[in-house]
């Protein structure tokens, strides 16, 4: 299983960005994509996280400014309204099998 990102940048506070990421090899029709950020010097927090069954979540912190939503293998992140503490490397996320893959990461910068 691979995990492709892309679409982090730099943006000023208030802007948005949209991240996307798409899963390849052998993905299962039950399992949980999603987005995990570590900003410097803090651990890596859950973002959002849409399952291929169920509902969605999101941490408190981007609740109604974040988006996520996914098309087959590949999730997607609408992030509005952005404040400088979003800044982070953003990762995807893919769990199945009981087993977590996490793609390479990208760099999310928001300026005050």
């Known amino acids: 299983v691979q995990l492709q990102a892309s679409g982090g940048g730099l943006v000023q506070a208030g802007g948005s960005l949209r991240l996307s990421c798409a899963a390849s090899?052998?993905?299962?029709?039950?399992?949980?994509m999603g987005w995990y950020r570590q900003a410097p010097g803090k651990q890596r927090e859950r973002v959002a996280l849409?399952?291929?069954?169920?509902n969605t979540n999101y941490a408190d912190s981007v609740k109604g400014r974040f988006t996520i939503s996914r098309d087959k293998n590949t999730v997607y992140l609408q992030m509005n309204s952005l404040k400088p503490e979003d800044t982070a490397v953003y990762y995807c996320?893919?769990?199945?099998?009981?087993?977590?893959?996490w793609g390479q990461g990208t760099q999310v910068t928001v300026s005050s």
């Open positions: 849409i399952p291929s069954v169920g």
């Open positions: 996320y893919l769990r199945q099998f009981l087993t977590d893959y």
């Open positions: 090899g052998i993905i299962s029709s039950i399992n949980s």
